[in-house]
């Protein structure tokens, strides 16, 4: 009996070794995902973040409570589970709701007056799955507690940015808009439900649940005919209110100041009800209509989830996207596995040798495999090649009386035979 991978789903596993014909998506290709990672925390460092992990399962009602019942995210997507003692919890579906439950949890405004947290880790979304939308995907992400000023939303947008610049990715469109306050979405919310009402027969079902549930996210429909429907409806930045507007006019001002391109872009509300005043999304060309990552400010959910009143904004962005547009785009194959060397011993008493010497040069702090096979020495050579090895390493009876190794150099196929005692030296080059 063989078991398949759950829909929407992938593995994520080793490089092809070097010199195979065969390609693996970079999606599924675990060096990749090592170099995005490492690209993310090193922007991130600069900028001053430290990372968080959090549970990837929380108390239902957190989500509920943070990411809004009305969302489509909440009410169709998420993985929810009663435990064997009966507690609902939730496969978490994104990651601020966790990280700020964490923050309240673990007090860390006592200890810091502004926190910048990074995450990385996986999300769960019932969604149909399709390339670039999957039901577990990874996202990496900040956020920002205890400042609300807008150059740093400016510079969780410039953070963004450097970070796919970082990759190589360039062309990027980044979006943003303010959804104003709780209270200034009201008059707003009116309007729009009144613009609506006379059209909301030829409107999407999912649409009219909206109507009734959570009426601005009908804005966030990627139904091509609620898209046209909603067309002429009112703009919330009409009904802004002044500090809002005042805000969102000094964040453009620091976007000019830091050279980054944006459009303003009136529909844009994003998924979630948390967000107050900046909303922003990036996107690539190469990834259609699919966002390469978004975010926002987030003045209230501190003290919605029992925190002291503390503003907040943050970004997530999903990794799965980011390597399908760095492979869309043709940029090289990040990482793969060098080694430094690959060890061929030849005899039993060479592979007696050879694991101490293995161990010997990765103490001094180089990448080694070794043969486990026991085969002759081309097909070794072709392991070392394939394993992507600068050198290969080979011992047999001959170089172990003479407590020597005979080192090729498999670009140039040049050979050295070369002291036991100087090998780490000699390969360290
Ligand atoms: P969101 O949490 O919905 O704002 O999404 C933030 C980013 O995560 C998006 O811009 C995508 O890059 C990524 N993302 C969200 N949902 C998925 C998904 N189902 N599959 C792959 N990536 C996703």
């Avoid at 990627?222 to 898209?227: E, P």
């Avoid at 694991?355 to 070794?370: E, F, P, Y």
């Avoid at 394939?386 to 140039?412: C, K, M, N, P």
Wanted: proline share 4%.
């Amino acid at each position: 009996m063989q078991y398949g991978r759950p829909d929407g789903t992938f593995d994520i596993v080793p490089p092809v070794p070097c010199g195979r014909k065969e390609a693996r998506s970079f999606v599924n290709d675990s060096a990749c995902w090592l170099h995005v990672e490492a690209v993310f925390r090193k922007v991130c460092k600069a900028y001053g973040f430290a990372e968080i992990r959090t549970p990837i399962f929380e108390q239902t009602d957190l989500f509920h409570r943070a990411v809004g019942d009305g969302t489509d995210i909440v009410a169709k997507e998420t993985y929810d589970l009663v435990t064997r003692g009966g507690d609902r919890l939730t496969l978490r579906p994104e990651g601020t709701a966790g990280a700020i439950r964490a923050y309240v949890s673990e007090r860390l405004w006592i200890e810091r007056p502004i926190a910048k947290l990074l995450y990385i880790g996986p999300n769960f979304r019932y969604e149909r799955a399709q390339r670039g939308r999957y039901r577990q995907h990874h996202q990496a992400g900040v956020e920002v507690l205890g400042a609300s000023m807008p150059s740093i939303d400016a510079e969780i947008i410039d953070l963004a940015v450097a970070f796919y610049k970082a990759l190589g990715i360039t062309d990027l469109t980044v979006k943003v808009n303010s959804v104003g306050t709780k209270e200034s979405r009201v008059a707003y919310i009116d309007a729009l439900k009144a613009y609506a009402e006379p059209l909301l027969s030829e409107m999407s079902d999912d649409n009219k649940r909206r109507f009734e549930q959570n009426p601005l996210r009908m804005l966030d429909s990627k139904d091509k005919r609620d898209i046209a429907l909603l067309e002429n409806a009112p703009n919330l930045v009409d009904f802004l209110d002044d500090a809002s507007a005042e805000h969102f006019n000094k964040v453009c001002t620091y976007l000019d100041a830091l050279g980054i391109p944006y459009e303003v872009d009136h529909r844009l509300v994003r998924g979630f009800d948390y967000y107050t005043r900046t909303a922003f999304e990036i996107q690539c060309k190469v990834l259609g209509d699919k966002a390469l990552g978004g975010g926002g400010r987030y003045n209230q959910l501190v003290e919605q989830l029992g925190g002291p009143a503390t503003p907040g904004i943050g970004f997530g962005l999903g990794i799965e996207r980011v390597l399908i547009t760095m492979e869309e785009l043709g940029l090289p194959r990040p990482g793969g596995n060098q080694l430094d060397a690959f060890l061929c011993p030849m005899g039993d008493a060479a592979r007696d040798a050879a694991t101490t010497l293995a161990s010997i040069l990765r103490n001094a702090g180089l990448t080694i495999d070794v043969d486990y096979l026991g085969r002759r020495l081309k097909a070794m050579l072709e392991m070392a090649d394939a394993g992507g090895a600068r050198y290969a390493i080979v011992i047999g009876d001959d170089e172990l009386a003479a407590q020597t190794a005979s080192v090729r150099e498999l670009a140039t196929q040049t050979q050295h035979t070369v002291s036991i005692a100087d090998l780490p030296a000699f390969i360290r080059g």
